[in-house]
């Protein structure tokens, strides 16, 4: 059977919520490695890749280093050995979003398709996520991710090249669906013509989704036979 589809996941706001602990420890990196945070309180970290979380507040702080590869390669280090404490918090709420887990076996038993992830988390921070909630990172069969690139547009062309051992082609257009919850999940395949189904689980509701364009939008994905329509329609 031919592979036609390919599913991108983000991770953060769609697939799970850490209850601050990505914040938290990018937090505790800055400070560590170049003693200050910026304006973190008032800064959004949705759909944005970490290295450019990073470099957005170290230029609002007026670091002098802000537009080095390397200093912000060292926050990005300190930040994944701090993640995983933060992870570890006993108190802290983690959760899987309603209907996550049944779309991806849905999905992940099909022959038809390939499950990944596109997100602007750096690799490994994006493994010790799903791993505190539970979810195993081997059903997403290829990933882009924020250690790929900074641009967060950049990410969808990355994911369609690695899926293409599997998929026998490199899948464009319709036959790569994104599945997210910012409007940057939205835009950002549009160079490859992919489509997006938003999902109103992060910080955007359902008419601030609607207005960036996406193929579909919901308010959950806990009807899974609906939103497998979408993505198959």
């Given at each position: 059977?031919r592979i036609?589809k390919l599913?991108?996941?983000?991770?953060?706001?769609?697939?799970?919520?850490?209850?601050?602990?990505?914040?938290?420890?990018?937090?505790?990196?800055?400070?560590?490695?170049?003693?200050?945070?910026g304006?973190?309180?008032?800064?959004?970290?949705?759909?944005?890749?970490?290295?450019?979380?990073?470099?957005?507040?170290?230029?609002?702080?007026g670091?002098?280093?802000?537009?080095?590869?390397?200093?912000?390669?060292?926050?990005?280090?300190?930040?994944?050995?701090?993640?995983r404490?933060?992870l570890?918090?006993?108190?802290?709420?983690?959760?899987?979003?309603?209907?996550v887990?049944?779309?991806?076996a849905?999905?992940?038993?099909?022959?038809?398709?390939?499950?990944?992830?596109?997100?602007?988390?750096?690799?490994?921070?994006?493994?010790?996520?799903?791993?505190?909630?539970?979810?195993?990172?081997?059903?997403?069969?290829?990933?882009?991710?924020?250690?790929?690139?900074?641009?967060?547009?950049?990410?969808?062309?990355?994911a369609?090249?690695?899926?293409?051992?599997?998929?026998?082609?490199?899948p464009?257009?319709?036959?790569?669906?994104?599945?997210?919850?910012?409007?940057?999940?939205?835009?950002?395949?549009?160079?490859?013509?992919?489509?997006?189904?938003?999902?109103?689980?992060?910080?955007?509701?359902?008419d601030?989704l609607?207005?960036?364009?996406?193929?579909?939008v919901?308010?959950?994905?806990?009807d899974t036979?609906?939103v497998?329509?979408?993505?198959?329609?």
């Amino acid at each position: 059977m031919r592979i036609e589809k390919l599913v991108l996941f983000d991770l953060d706001g769609t697939i799970l919520w850490t209850n601050g602990a990505g914040r938290t420890a990018i937090r505790e990196a800055l400070i560590d490695e170049m003693g200050t945070a910026g304006p973190i309180d008032s800064y959004s970290f949705a759909g944005k890749t970490d290295p450019q979380i990073v470099r957005d507040l170290l230029m609002a702080a007026g670091h002098p280093h802000a537009d080095s590869d390397s200093h912000v390669a060292r926050v990005c280090r300190r930040y994944e050995e701090l993640l995983r404490s933060e992870l570890a918090v006993s108190s802290r709420d983690l959760r899987v979003y309603v209907g996550v887990e049944e779309l991806l076996a849905a999905l992940t038993a099909r022959a038809d398709t390939v499950v990944g992830l596109l997100t602007g988390n750096l690799e490994e921070g994006a493994a010790l996520k799903l791993e505190a909630v539970g979810i195993d990172m081997k059903q997403f069969r290829v990933g882009a991710f924020g250690s790929d690139a900074s641009d967060r547009a950049a990410l969808p062309a990355i994911a369609a090249e690695r899926a293409a051992p599997l998929m026998g082609w490199v899948p464009h257009g319709d036959n790569v669906v994104i599945v997210g919850d910012t409007p940057a999940d939205v835009t950002c395949g549009r160079e490859i013509r992919a489509r997006a189904i938003a999902v109103a689980t992060g910080p955007y509701d359902i008419d601030q989704l609607a207005a960036a364009g996406p193929y579909a939008v919901f308010r959950d994905l806990a009807d899974t036979a609906q939103v497998i329509e979408a993505i198959y329609r």
